[in-house]
């Protein structure tokens, strides 16, 4: 069963920094594909980054560029998001997913999002 379970979410102060695990399980970790996505309160879900065998970073909102940072521990089958620089418009549910392409970055819709994990909560207070 390919599982996903996100962790190190939690509340810090406007500036801090934060890093989120994403551990996987039930597939092969080296030939995937997995973003990040976040979903804050009245907004729609958005993909952040994305890691993979063939791309990465197919995804780089300009207000993001330079403060959020994707990478991986193939060993552990993790995957890494390093938040700095958080604002309290960075507050939201962050989500990893596996693509169904197995292994390229190729993102148009939530369709092609095979599984999701169960999300965690960042909260950033001003």
């Known amino acids: 069963e390919v599982q996903l379970v996100e962790s190190g979410g939690g509340l810090v102060q406007a500036g801090e920094s934060l890093r989120l695990s994403c551990a996987s399980s039930g597939f092969s970790f080296d030939d995937s594909a997995i973003v990040w996505f976040r979903q804050a309160p009245g907004k729609e879900r958005e993909p952040i980054s994305c890691i993979s065998s063939s791309d990465g970073g197919l995804y780089s909102p300009d207000s993001l560029k330079g403060r959020f940072t994707i990478s991986s521990d193939n060993a552990e089958n993790t995957v890494y998001l390093q938040l700095n620089s958080l604002k309290p418009e960075d507050t939201a549910v962050y989500y990893c997913?596996?693509?169904?392409?197995?292994?390229?970055?190729?993102?148009?819709?939530?369709?092609?999002?095979?599984?999701w994990g169960q999300g965690t909560l960042v909260t950033v207070s001003a």
């Open positions: 997913a596996v693509l169904d392409s197995w292994g390229s970055c190729d993102y148009e819709d939530e369709s092609d999002v095979e599984v």
